[in-house]
């Protein structure tokens, strides 16, 4: 039993000797891997540094829209030169809403191709430029009226309906026709039946 004993202690002493003395790299004998090709690395944008961070530039504003042309005669009122038609839109084959009258006073709404949009009697409408102006249109010279001449009453002559010549001699007093003679010698005229309607018709002419 001491025999054995002894045998064991002494091969772990030669194990310790061994380690002891031996090649202290471990692996010595096996292969060593091939060497690994080093990767490329892979590109990246450059990054700007916080502190330099580019903001975007603001945008200009828009250039502001042109101002529309207002037309002097917009919101006032002014006469129509001329008789013209109101329309429902600024040309001439739209429909009439109705006829103002030269002279006429209208209020100017709006302006648009060379028509005036318009209020007229409680209505709108377009009505031509050529024909709004801001002074009224001359009046027409108005025609004295001759008062004709009345001629004196001597002068007066009731219409003698004359077709011929006297069928008879005057006569005295009756007046029937228009050349008899009154009491006092003066021509009957318009006096005679014949020249007055709606009485006797006596016939007094061939």
């Known amino acids: 039993m001491s025999k054995v004993k002894n045998w064991i202690i002494g091969a772990l002493a030669l ?29 990246q944008p450059p990054q700007t540094p916080v502190g330099l961070m580019r903001l975007p530039s603001p945008r200009e504003p ?10 002097a005669f917009t919101g006032k009122w002014v006469f129509v030169t001329k008789r013209v038609n109101m329309r429902t839109e600024p040309n001439t084959s739209s429909n009439i809403i109705r006829q103002i009258e ?12 060379g028509w005036f949009s318009v209020s007229y009697q409680n209505r709108t409408g377009w009505v031509y430029g050529a024909f709004i102006s801001e002074d009224p249109p001359p009046s027409r010279a108005r025609r004295a009226k001759v008062r004709p001449v009345t001629p ?10 004359r077709s011929g010549q006297p069928i008879r001699s005057p006569y005295v007093g009756r007046c029937d026709c228009p050349y008899d003679l009154m009491r006092n010698g003066r021509l009957c005229g318009g006096r005679s039946a014949y020249s007055r309607p709606g009485g006797r018709d006596p016939t007094c002419y061939y």
């Open 152 to 161: 004196p009453a001597v002068a007066r002559i009731a219409p003698i309906r």
């Open 15 to 43: 194990g310790l000797i061994g380690q002891f003395f031996g090649d202290d790299k471990p692996g010595a004998d096996l292969p060593s891997a091939p060497p690994t090709a080093a990767s490329s690395p892979t590109p």
């Open 62 to 71: 828009d250039p502001p829209a042109p101002a529309a042309i207002q037309h």
């Open 102 to 113: 030269a002279g006429q006073s209208v209020k100017a709404l709006n302006h648009r191709s």
